[in-house]
């Protein structure tokens, strides 16, 4: 049992690249999030989806676009890259609305420049 | 919006001493409420949580939360702390059965051995 995994763990890119972040959960959980980690800014919700086909903005969304492949899957999509993503970016998922926690994977590290 | 405060963005202690890591929120109606942990280099676990019943909270490694619902509080303690306590800690809060998950922007303790 993985719980959530992310790839990469680590990338640069040059502004106006695009990437594609994967996240994987074996929980069989509804719900998946995509946060971005800042010093001093704790985490922010750039989207969530509460369930297999549906996604919703949250409250950094600006720059990105998700795909809820699958009940496994949430990936994050920065189609042109800025100086102002840098950051860590953090997935998480949740089993349902109800009294549950989130639980997170490893992070992705990434760098513009 | 709904917001979470953390009083103090960095905390240095004394292996041995006490600590209390202060969180209040803004959302005026029934909440979760969370306390993460996430040590150097690695993604965020939760120490505990508080849906509803006692507000004392007990969680792993000793640690301890007190939900104050009058004071719209929800503190983190630990009598004795130790070296392998240093780490970053956030505070969250959810609506009661909400999706989304409002994070602080995280204390950053260092205990000194």
């Known amino acids: 049992n993985a719980g959530v995994t992310q790839t990469p763990k680590f990338q640069v890119l040059k502004t106006g690249q695009s990437m594609t972040l994967q996240c994987a959960q074996d929980?069989?959980?509804?719900?998946m999030y995509w946060y971005r980690q800042d010093p001093g800014m704790g985490l922010r919700l750039i989207y969530y989806?509460?369930?297999?086909?549906?996604?919703d903005k949250g409250e950094v969304p600006n720059g990105y676009n998700v795909s809820r492949l699958n009940k496994r899957e949430f990936s994050l999509r920065l189609e042109s890259a800025a100086p102002s993503q840098t950051s860590v970016y953090f997935c998480?998922?949740?089993?349902?609305?109800?009294?549950?926690?989130?639980?997170f994977g490893p992070g992705t590290r990434l760098t513009v420049l | 919006a709904q917001s979470v405060s953390q009083h103090n963005h960095h905390v240095i202690l004394s292996e041995a001493a006490s600590l209390e890591l202060g969180c209040n929120y803004s959302?005026?109606?029934?909440?979760?409420l969370f306390w993460y942990v996430q040590y150097p280099g690695q993604h965020l676990q939760l120490l505990l949580k508080?849906?509803?019943?006692?507000?004392l909270v007990k969680g792993i490694k000793g640690f301890e939360a007190e939900f104050i619902k009058s004071k719209f509080s929800f503190n983190l303690r630990k009598p004795s702390v130790q070296w392998s306590d240093t780490a970053e800690y956030f505070c969250?809060?959810?609506?009661?059965?909400?999706?989304?998950?409002?994070f602080g922007a995280g204390t950053i303790l260092r205990v000194k051995s």
């Open positions: 998480a998922s949740r089993r349902d609305r109800g009294l549950n926690e989130q639980f």
């Open positions: 929980m069989n959980h509804n719900s």
């Open positions: 989806s509460a369930s297999e086909g549906t996604t």
């Open positions: 959302y005026g109606g029934t909440v979760n």
């Open positions: 508080y849906f509803s019943g006692d507000p």
């Open positions: 969250a809060v959810n609506r009661e059965y909400g999706n989304k998950l409002v």
